[in-house]
């Protein structure tokens, strides 16, 4: 199993469409007991949100999310904990918006220190 995810700080590796998270957002994580949330903002994002459980290196969570235009989205995703060669850690992502239409995948790694 990857290492934990307490108090890392991922980000996307790419920018995904306009109004989603992209580069320019983080993910600040925190993981306890099974249970893992983040917060994170930047780019289009003011204010995200996600809870969930982790089991092994599964992740599975749903997240919500204020854009600067002033609407709400959420949705739900399913990661996979990665270790990199350089010990840091990725997540590979499959997600699905529950409050509109659209599904993808996506890749955030932690930043280096």
Request: proline share 4%.
């Amino acid at each position: 199993m990857a290492r934990s995810l307490d108090g890392l700080v991922l980000s996307p590796v790419a920018d995904q469409a306009p109004g989603q998270v992209g580069t320019r957002t983080r993910f600040t994580y925190h993981e306890q007991d099974g249970r893992i949330w983040a917060e994170y903002a930047g780019g289009d994002v003011v204010r995200g949100h996600l809870v969930g459980t982790r089991d092994g290196d599964a992740l599975d969570f749903r997240y919500v999310q204020l854009k600067r235009d002033g609407t709400t989205s959420s949705g739900h995703c399913l990661s996979t904990v990665v270790g990199l060669p350089d010990g840091r850690v990725r997540l590979e992502e499959r997600w699905t918006w529950e409050s509109q239409q659209g599904s993808g995948t996506s890749v955030v790694e932690e930043l280096p220190a």
